[in-house]
């Protein structure tokens, strides 16, 4: 034996049971206690025995409030076996060894699944501290071929009435603005740039890496630097890939795939309208912000463009609140309140900035809508090109 030999203890119960050493096949009778430390077991005499300290304690089945007996190991005494055939015993030894008992041991077993669970939740809480989204992830994956055909499917259904600009000389200075703030930007997928001859004061950016910008919004512009800071938050959004991630959070993961798969041209023309209707949170526009100031930085463009494009739409807003008119201002519906942007953009230092296009290609971007054409006639190679 490998337990020290104690004392009995004189207050506690006397319960028979069969003992097994685990050396021979053979068992014997004696007498147990549950003393302060263990279970007191009487091998030879009450003056002679070894104790099994609780902690040390192993049941062959879980010690339930109704069992009748119980079948002991020890981890001080390998091989040994003891069996107590006492309800008594049972009931009492469960408030001395509580970890043999079925609750403790549903526990241990659950701990494994809590241990999981914790451990995903905190790889989650990571994951989103870092910044990192899952649908951004899938988004980010999605065929370049598929994402084109989802944008212009989505350029028809929101421009529908409306011609392309094609003015040569202003689709070569709106090429000229494009090519500068894609080479910022340093991406490989091709951004494209088209303008509609369409009064609203609008600019929208579509899956595959195209901006649609309105005639009313190149009018509004005070110079060729606020177009360039619209033009900028636009591929921004491209960037953080917030048309797509829109379109998966809506239609959810499974009609994605389904449309990654083969989705019919009419799965992709429904796909198209349910973008024109789906506006960005306002982290989304923050971030697109961002990613308009930080390639503007790197084209060498002014940010005070921006800047004094938000104090004009702060303007029109205030007009619309003193008229109580309703100005289809939809590039505004669900963006920051124009106050934060601009602070923004004030908060921002100072860089050495050329004009975004010079006079005479600014007078001809604004002209570009005196030549138009039937998108659905138009040669793809009237387009601008690709970076």
């Known amino acids: ?5 104690s004392q009995p203890s004189t207050a506690a119960a006397a319960y028979y049971a069969r003992f097994s ?3 021979s096949a053979s068992s014997r009778d004696v007498s147990v206690q549950l003393g302060i430390t263990g279970v007191e077991i009487s091998v030879v005499a009450p003056d002679e025995m070894v104790i099994w300290p609780y902690e040390s304690l192993k049941a062959g089945e879980p010690v339930r409030t109704h069992a009748i007996d119980v079948l002991l190991t020890s981890t001080a005494h390998p091989g040994a076996s003891l069996f107590v055939p006492s309800a008594d015993f049972a009931r009492s030894l469960r408030d001395f060894a509580p970890h043999l008992t079925a609750h403790a041991e549903r526990l241990r077993n659950a701990r494994p ?64 603005l494009r090519v500068r703030l894609s080479e910022a930007a340093g991406i490989d997928t091709p951004i494209k740039v088209v303008v509609y001859d369409w009064p609203l004061l609008n600019a929208f950016a579509v899956p595959g890496g195209k901006v649609v910008m309105t005639k009313g919004l190149i009018d509004s512009a005070g110079s060729a630097d606020e177009v360039a800071g619209v033009l900028a938050h636009e591929i921004g959004h491209g960037i953080e890939l917030h048309p797509e991630t829109g379109i998966i959070r809506a239609i959810g993961l499974a009609a994605t795939v389904e449309l990654m798969m083969g989705g019919s041209g009419g799965a992709l023309a429904n796909m198209g309208l ?18 308009a100031l930080v390639l503007l930085k790197k084209a060498g463009i ?21 008229t109580k008119t309703l100005r289809p201002l939809d590039l505004l519906r669900t963006h920051p309140p124009t106050a934060e942007r601009k602070k923004l953009v004030r908060q921002q230092a100072d860089y050495p900035a050329t004009p975004a296009l010079d006079e005479g290609l600014w007078r001809d ?13 138009t040669s793809p190679d009237t387009e601008p090109t690709e970076l």
């Open 113 to 176: 699944w809590i241990i999981g669970a914790a451990v995903a939740a905190g790889l989650i809480a990571i994951i989103y501290a870092a910044g990192w989204s899952p649908i951004r992830s899938i988004a980010s994956v999605l065929p370049q071929t598929w994402r084109e055909r989802l944008g212009d499917s989505a350029v028809t259904s929101m421009t529908e009435g409306h011609k392309l600009c094609t003015a040569p000389d202003g689709v070569a200075a709106l090429e000229a």
């Open 1 to 5: 034996m490998h337990s020290e030999p």
């Open 365 to 377: 971007l604004k002209r570009i809508c005196t030549e138009t054409a039937d998108p659905a006639k």
């Open 274 to 291: 349910l973008l024109a209707q789906l506006g960005y949170t306002r982290t989304a526009e923050h971030e697109a912000d961002v990613q």
């Open 302 to 322: 002014s940010n005070k463009g921006l800047g004094d494009f938000f104090n004009r739409v702060e303007t029109i807003e205030e007009d619309d609140t003193a």
């Open 21 to 23: 050493d685990g050396k």
